[in-house]
């Protein structure tokens, strides 16, 4: 896997705008990153032709369902080649090992514990007593015990993460360069160098990128930060 930590999340609705953009920044970012607005869009003809760009696929999908549904959807994707796939914690453990057991050897299988969409009365108001904080950590850990290969969660929790999954590989979404400004629909937001410094592996920046004005000189200063 490239050494830039950077994977740009490609959420367009069209192939060829996504194609341009990534070319445009291949050289400052390490992967692209392909979730489900983009699947649902352009499904397999539109990962193989990211494919040409070079860089490794991380494909967002977000699996959520039964044990058996998720293992089928992950033999479906096989051919895909995604250097890593992204399940929902609360898939539970069996869900989570048999996703793992369906992935092959050269992917892989991250949990998403708790959006960076969320805050503390989200979850409340889906049932879930306490904070994110302590709700990624629990998940972190049912994900760590069913055999995958690490987590998604903001850059708040990575480094309380790191601390009990030493060698866990760790996905951090919901960043912004300068902090607490234009966050949109993001409510755990750190800067991509807070959370590289915290233990993230992949930094997830889409919008910072993808709708800067130019999106070249927005990778490359995000790039020179870290
Ligand atoms: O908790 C999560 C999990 C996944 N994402 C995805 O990351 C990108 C972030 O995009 P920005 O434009 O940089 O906000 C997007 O594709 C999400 O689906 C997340 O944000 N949070």
Redesign the pocket.
């Known amino acids: 896997m490239n050494h830039n930590p950077v994977y740009l999340?490609?959420?367009l609705p069209r192939l060829d705008a996504a194609e341009a953009l990534a070319r445009k920044v291949a050289g400052h970012i390490g992967g692209i990153?392909l979730?489900?607005?983009f699947f649902c869009a352009h499904g397999h003809h539109g990962v193989l032709e990211m494919h040409k760009v070079g860089l490794p696929i991380f494909l967002?999908l977000?699996l959520h369902d039964i044990p058996n549904t998720v293992a089928s959807a992950m033999q479906a994707i096989h051919v895909l080649e995604p250097a890593i796939v992204?399940v929902h914690a609360a898939g539970g453990r069996a869900m989570m090992e048999d996703a793992k057991a369906a992935a092959g050897e050269r992917c892989k299988v991250v949990a998403?514990?708790?959006?960076?969409?969320?805050d503390e009365s989200d979850l409340a108001a889906t049932g879930v007593g306490g904070n994110p904080h302590d709700q990624a950590l629990r998940l972190a850990d049912l994900a760590h015990s069913a055999g995958l290969d690490g987590i998604?969660?903001?850059g708040h929790e990575v480094a309380g993460v790191r601390k009990q999954w030493k060698d866990g590989f760790f996905?951090v979404?919901?960043?912004?360069p300068s902090n607490g400004k234009a966050?949109?629909?993001?409510k755990r937001t750190v800067t991509p160098r807070e959370a590289r410094d915290a233990g993230a592996s992949v930094l997830?920046?889409?919008?910072?990128?993808?709708?800067a004005e130019d999106p070249l000189a927005a990778a490359i200063a995000i790039e020179a930060t870290l």
């Open positions: 999340a490609l959420d990153k979730g489900l607005e967002d977000k992204t998403v514990t708790v959006l960076t969409s969320l998604v969660c903001s996905v979404p919901g960043l912004r966050s949109g629909d993001q997830v920046v889409g919008r910072p990128i993808s709708r």
